[in-house]
């Protein structure tokens, strides 16, 4: 809600279509869902909720994350640093939201393929968006390349690099001079063109980064009022920090060498926002199997570390069977928000586990031995 009243453009888009999403997500879990129990309990089903593989899954694994959690702090302070000096002086690949660029209308003689225009455009060019313009055989490309100049040269260039790149989707002959001057009764060439400026405007991302920040601090007060410490509201808030500047600084550090296109667009921001979410969600689920088991007389590190277990991973897993799959099969225009979001629920799944439960632990421990002073007094007396 907060990112709906407060955002602008992609944000309120973002909002819109996860408020829906949680609409419906919790029809069908409280309404549908129930339905469906309440049939196998009135005809005396016998309920499971394993199968013979998962039956006994995590019973006699014992990994002492806990213990782990100093291993855990410096790991992620020493990549909090690489990250931010990575994004002070690499910075981020911006994409044409961000930066402006260059549009050109292209008409081809037969039918082609997006895709495969954008391949062939990333040796002259670099990384394009390719989208069909109209009919099938049209397209609209939008490069950044050079987009601070303005000069005519630069168009020329341009232009140039376009026809190079795209000589295979010509027909045999075609000059330079009948592909960049053709009219709109031709059937190949550049039909129109046009420079145009960034879409996501400053106003834009201020927006973006109050509305982020006005949430953290209303979902810390949401979880403290839910859990009646202010460790969870801590740990929860110092946790989806950290998975946003990780993922930040994994996309600084690597956007040059990986083999699809990274750029900073607007489904990226959508990306960030949903590994925010995921992050947040990951924490609360975790948060409500460790209360659990902090109200028990004598909890201990060892039971958190089973709830950790037991409750991130099948978590994790499932949403990451999922993104993978859309990873590999999706398309290459996806690749780059996929691998936002696969990172993201992996960041996120690690600070949860290393980041926002030890922060909790750590900060409760004055708690716990009060506790256990009481209980020898008690025990005394």
Do not use: C
Not at 107 to 116: C, D, G
Request: glycine share 8%; net charge positive; proline share 2%.
């Amino acid at each position: 809600l907060i990112l709906l009243f407060f955002g602008s453009g992609p944000i309120q888009g973002f909002a819109t279509t996860l408020l829906i999403g949680i609409a419906t997500t919790l029809f069908t879990a409280i309404f549908i869902t129930r339905l469906f129990i309440d049939y196998s309990v009135e005809k005396k089903h016998t309920l499971t909720f394993t199968t013979p593989i998962t039956k006994n899954w995590f019973k006699n694994v014992d990994l002492n994350f806990i213990g782990k959690r100093k291993i855990g702090y410096a790991f992620s302070i020493i990549l909090s640093i690489i990250g931010i000096i990575s994004l002070s002086t690499r910075g981020l690949d911006q994409g044409i939201d961000f930066v402006g660029g260059r549009t050109y209308q292209i008409r081809f003689e037969k039918e082609v393929n997006p895709t495969q225009v954008a391949d062939a455009l990333k040796t002259t060019l670099g990384n394009v968006e390719v989208k069909t313009f109209g009919a099938p055989n049209q397209v609209k490309i939008a490069t950044k390349y050079k987009v601070q100049e303005e000069s005519t040269e630069v168009d020329n260039e341009v232009q140039q690099l376009l026809f190079k790149g795209l000589q295979k989707f010509l027909p045999e002959g075609t000059s330079f001079d009948s592909f960049a001057k053709a009219t709109s009764t031709d059937k190949i060439g550049i039909m129109q063109s046009m420079k145009v400026g960034p879409t996501i405007a400053e106003d834009i991302k201020s927006s973006a980064f109050w509305s982020v920040i006005g949430s953290l601090i209303v979902i810390g007060l949401y979880i403290l009022f839910r859990f009646r410490r202010w460790q969870f509201s801590m740990g929860a808030i110092v946790s989806s920090a950290h998975d946003v500047l990780m993922v930040l600084g994994i996309y600084s550090l690597t956007y040059s060498i990986m083999p699809f296109n990274m750029e900073i667009d607007q489904a990226f921001i959508a990306a960030i926002l949903t590994v925010v979410g995921y992050s947040l969600n990951d924490t609360v689920i975790i948060y409500d199997r460790i209360r659990e088991v902090m109200r028990e007389p004598h909890w201990s590190r060892e039971k958190i570390n089973h709830a950790l277990l037991s409750r991130t991973l099948n978590t994790s897993f499932t949403t990451l069977a999922v993104l993978v799959t859309i990873f590999i099969f999706g398309g290459e225009t996806l690749r780059g928000f996929m691998f936002a979001m696969i990172i993201g629920v992996l960041i996120g799944t690690y600070s949860s586990i290393f980041v926002a439960t030890p922060l909790v632990y750590d900060t409760s421990k004055g708690e716990r031995k009060k506790e256990e002073t009481k209980e020898v007094e008690e025990h005394k007396k």
